[in-house]
């Protein structure tokens, strides 16, 4: 009933394609706490929405019942449920009763950071260990190959959960960017449709024309057709993270709004960023058993010398390459942030305007001097100015989620993914 949430790849989920550019940060401003307008509320799905299906697949997990959604419970249950962290996890434990089964007792850090060098030590059924030998030669290797497969299944398991963490956030905010952009929709057909019965009244009364009507209705229909892909693709967006997280899906499951601290994209040091990045410490990891391979191997062959050699360089090379990598997608990533941030401090500025003219729009009505008509569609103006202000704020929102989760060792970038695979085993 729900699918792996996965770590390196998980990024081409943020923000889809209704929503507009992806954004910010800045660089000098208070921090203030926003809370984005979004009610909370999930439309109303359609009687033309498939229903769920009853019937339990057989030998999959009963998925959970929930009343609401929010983004930490979002979170946790990606997290905590997620069938490739869990497969992960095993093949850990896998790695670890194979480093018994050769008589080696390592050190316990399935709670240690990651990325740390783990020293074997004696134990009562220990293998005496002979360079002399071919047999200890070859136990040696085997135990080297198993503590780089556990270093780096460790790193993979944060990083999973990372990935996991900014996912869930790009899905979430999506979901809510749908609702406001629903919401706007139907105020926006609200409006068409006045235009529509004012252009056949005015042709009734002799001053409009049937071209006049044929355009208002082509963008009411328009309109109408928005509205049905928005509410169709946020059905299906909310029912794919249902199935993900093991729940039951609920087409008109609550969400709850998120709140969002606005503030300039920190300053940070990108080596500091590299040394924490489960990716690099990956291609660490290689690099440091190839040269442990190099220095220890007994062999009189110089092609196999030269092969060790070749191996060693070649995962320096990617080292190197990642670094360069990655510290690109730091500072891409800032500067994302800094646009977003900046994009946010545009939109609630013309959101603040847009609010003073509706004001002196009502004064104006009051006064006798506009029409109610005009009234009304210029409060629309308003609103979609306000809208634009809460979706930006979402976009800055994953923005910033993704610069947070740098610090936490997830260097967001995808043309990097094959870097940290090239780590592998």
């Not at 999973?160 to 926006?188: F, P």
């Not at 892909?229 to 969400?255: E, F, M, S």
Request: net charge negative; proline share 2%; aromatic share 4%.
């Amino acid at each position: 009933m729900k699918k792996g949430m996965v770590g390196a790849s998980v990024f081409a989920m943020l923000l889809a394609a209704a929503q507009p550019a992806v954004l910010v940060h800045a660089a000098d401003s208070t921090t203030a706490t926003t809370t984005t307008t979004t009610n909370g509320t999930t439309p109303t799905a359609d009687a033309t929405v498939t229903e769920q299906a009853k019937s339990q697949i057989s030998g999959v997990r009963e998925p959970k019942k929930v009343d609401s959604l929010n983004l930490e419970k979002v979170i946790d249950l990606a997290i905590n449920d997620s069938y490739n962290l869990e497969l992960l996890q095993l093949k850990y434990k896998v790695l670890d009763q194979q480093n018994a089964s050769l008589g080696i007792d390592y050190v316990d850090y399935t709670n240690a950071s990651p990325g740390l060098t783990y020293t074997p030590k004696k134990g009562s059924n220990e293998v005496e260990l002979s360079q002399g030998s071919q047999t200890g030669q070859t136990l040696e290797d085997n135990l080297r190959d198993l503590d780089t497969q556990k270093l780096n299944t460790q790193l993979q398991v944060d990083e999973a959960k990372e990935g996991t963490r900014l996912a869930m956030t790009g899905q979430y905010v999506q979901l809510l960017s749908y609702q406001k952009q629903i919401s706007l929709s139907q105020e926006h057909i609200q409006v068409l449709t006045r235009d529509l019965q004012r252009a056949q009244t005015l042709q009734s009364l002799g001053s409009g024309t049937q071209e006049d009507i044929d355009t208002a209705d082509r963008a009411l229909k328009t309109e109408q057709d928005n509205l049905t892909t928005l509410k169709d693709t946020y059905q299906k967006t909310l029912a794919t993270l249902c199935y993900d997280l093991g729940i039951v899906y609920d087409p008109n499951l609550p969400l709850e709004p998120i709140k969002v601290t606005l503030e300039p994209a920190p300053k940070v040091d990108a080596d500091t960023l590299l040394g924490k990045s489960y990716q690099i410490q990956s291609l660490g990891n290689s690099v440091a058993k190839a040269r442990t391979d190099e220095d220890k191997k007994i062999t009189g062959n110089s092609f196999d010398e030269q092969a060790l050699k070749a191996t060693r360089q070649i995962a320096e090379q990617q080292l190197e390459q990642g670094k360069v990598t990655y510290a690109k997608a730091i500072q891409t990533n800032l500067q994302d942030m800094d646009t977003a941030f900046k994009d946010v401090q545009t939109s609630q500025r013309l959101a603040q305007d847009a609010n003073v003219d509706g004001v002196n729009m009502q004064i104006r009505y009051n006064a006798g001097v506009t029409t109610k008509y005009d009234m009304e569609k210029h409060q629309y103006q308003v609103d979609a100015a306000q809208a634009k202000a809460e979706l930006t704020l979402m976009q800055y929102f994953v923005q910033q989620a993704k610069v947070k989760a740098m610090s936490n060792g997830y260097i967001a970038n995808s043309s990097a993914s094959g870097a940290s695979a090239s780590a592998g085993n």
